[in-house]
């Protein structure tokens, strides 16, 4: 277990400098000059070639691209992720303020996945066929399909212009004030778990229903036990195993996902700052953002990994 798990770790280390190599060079790549963004057009006619130079210089952009890339990993070593172009601030500080934003809106998100989708699965899978079988898969076919930013402006219609049930816009610390903060996070939220509720409760009754029909379920049955006994001891340990495969995919599309709804909402979390900084050229920003998402991919694809070996003793890490 312990060799399987340094394995993967040594993996993702692997995956993390394709990541860092990728996102460093596409950012060179774009059109345009980030320094030219600091000088406004009324100063443009004002700044000499020789000063522009000195702004490159000033953030080592004059520098061999290689040499670039190497400068800016070795600060990652030391917690360091560079400064803003534009704003000259740390970029550690700016993304250490945010993620913990983008996190309570994608974890709410996942949680509100798991605890609808899996019962709604099993429960399908129990009364197949029947009405209720029958509504929750069409709604769950609407969901995976449904566009989460043009469900967003139809939820921020609704229910915040027209009946002015919920805020439209911002965010609000639930430290600060627990109320205004769940009524900010609501849309958001809905948004981002309509796909997880949606695809675990399709995977969880497809999972349940071939366990269902498995021999030792049938034993289980003859034996005289009770329904609930029947799912909750028998079937549920080993159709859960397809649905954790399926969970971590859904947290990765959450925290990919962030990035339109905290636009659409103008949460400011980390969605919005790659949004932000990806218009204005802010090498910086990007750089750390898409590192540490990549990053949180995959931690979770790790513990889902993992996680097999606990729902099912079979499994052996080799």
């Not at 520098?63 to 534009?86: A, C, E, N, T």
């Not at 340990?237 to 971590?248: A, D, E, F, Q, R």
Request: positive net charge; proline residues 5%.
């Amino acid at each position: 277990m312990s060799a399987y798990i340094i394995r993967r770790f040594l993996q993702a280390i692997i995956v993390l400098i394709f990541v860092s190599l990728i996102v460093f060079f596409a950012m060179r790549l774009l059109p345009g000059d980030p320094i030219l963004m600091l000088i406004t057009p009324e100063s443009a006619a004002e700044f000499t070639a020789e000063q522009i130079d000195k702004l490159r210089h000033q953030y080592g952009l004059d520098k061999p691209i290689i040499m670039q890339y190497f400068d800016w990993v070795g600060g990652i070593f030391h917690g360091d992720f560079g400064r803003s172009i534009l704003t000259k601030a740390p970029v550690t500080d700016e993304i250490i303020r945010r993620v913990p934003i983008t996190l309570h809106i994608g974890l709410t998100s996942f949680v509100l996945g798991l605890v609808l989708g899996i019962p709604a699965g099993i429960v399908c899978a129990i009364r197949r066929g029947k009405w209720l079988d029958t509504v929750v898969t069409v709604l769950a076919n609407i969901g995976i399909t449904i566009p989460i930013f043009w469900l967003g402006v139809i939820l921020m219609y609704v229910f915040g212009l027209y009946f002015r049930w919920l805020p439209i816009m911002g965010y609000t610390s639930p430290f600060d004030d627990f109320w205004l903060s769940t009524r900010q996070i609501i849309m958001p939220v809905i948004c981002l778990g309509i796909f997880p509720v949606a695809a675990i409760a399709r995977q969880a009754r497809s999972s349940m229903l071939e366990v269902m029909q498995q021999d030792y379920i049938r034993t289980a049955w003859s034996k005289g036990l009770r329904e609930r006994v029947v799912i909750t001891r028998h079937a549920l340990k080993n159709g859960l195993i397809p649905v954790v495969t399926l969970s971590g995919m859904a947290l990765s599309q959450i925290i990919g996902g962030s990035v339109l709804v905290e636009t659409v909402f103008v949460v400011p979390g980390m969605g919005l700052l790659a949004v932000t900084s990806v218009v204005n050229q802010d090498y910086p920003y990007v750089q750390g953002i898409i590192l540490i998402i990549a990053a949180m991919v995959l931690f979770v694809n790790l513990l889902v990994d993992i996680s097999y070996g606990w729902f099912d003793p079979r499994i052996r890490y080799q």
